[in-house]
Nanobody, 127 residues
Framework: QVQLVESGGGLVQAGGSLRLSCAAS????????MGWFRQAPGKEREFVAA????????TYADSVKGRFTISRDNAKNTVYLQMNSLKPEDTAVYYC????????????????????WGQGTQVTVSS
């Protein structure tokens, strides 16, 4: 079992930037893909971005493509989400998630592929 702790959320004006971090512990980090999801009030949790176990491949939701960047540092057991050009519609609780399958081929983008979740961090973008 892996424990995930997100940080870096906050309040920012539209057009601004934030960098989310997710620290993992309790399991080998480098063999598992990692992802970021978000959930706005009254809406379902949606996929934002994911990175494969080695860090060599990434995938993004169309809504954030070109604005957000996911990365990982396996030496620090940490995954990051750099968010630029933020919009009010990016307001949500952002969750970090770890893949349930070790050394998966490809990059998962469905929440059903992820077996461990953090507690979430609030991101609020004001207009």
């Amino acid at each position: 079992q892996v424990q995930l702790v997100e940080s870096g959320g906050g309040l920012v004006q539209a057009g601004g930037s934030l960098r989310l971090s997710c620290a993992a512990s309790g399991r080998i980090f480098s063999g598992y893909a990692m992802g970021w999801f978000r959930q706005a009030p009254g809406k379902e949790r949606e996929f934002v971005a994911a990175i494969n176990w080695s860090g060599g491949s990434t995938t993004y939701a169309d809504s954030v493509k070109g604005r957000f960047t996911i990365s990982r540092d396996n030496a620090k057991n940490t995954v990051y989400l750099q968010m630029n050009s933020l919009k009010p519609e990016d307001t949500a609780v952002y969750y970090c998630a770890a893949d349930s399958k070790r050394l998966r081929i490809g990059v998962p983008d469905s929440r059903f592929n992820f077996g461990s979740w953090g507690q979430g961090t609030q991101v609020t973008v004001s207009s």
